[in-house]
């Protein structure tokens, strides 16, 4: 039978354990972070596909018509 005390060590080895592998996917998550792992190599070869539609676009919205 579980006593309190026994209750209460398996509460703290649960804990340590989980701060534990917190910890250690927190360094997992910087060192992959510091190798370029979240870096974005998708969005600037798409965005050129764009760049026309964007460019017709702005300059739509940007011309202002002067009467004389």
Known sequence: MLT??????VIYLLISI???????????????VKKGQYDDDYTPSVR???D???VKKG?????????K
């Not at 309190?4 to 060590?9: A, G, I, K």
């Not at 701060?19 to 060192?31: G, M, R, S």
């Open 4 to 9: 309190y005390l026994n209750f209460m060590s």
């Open 18 to 32: 989980s701060i534990l592998v917190a910890i250690i996917f927190f360094i997992a998550f910087i060192i992959a």
């Open 48 to 50: 050129m596909l764009f």
């Open 52 to 54: 026309d539609e964007l």
């Open 59 to 67: 300059n739509s919205e940007n011309i202002q018509i002067t009467e």
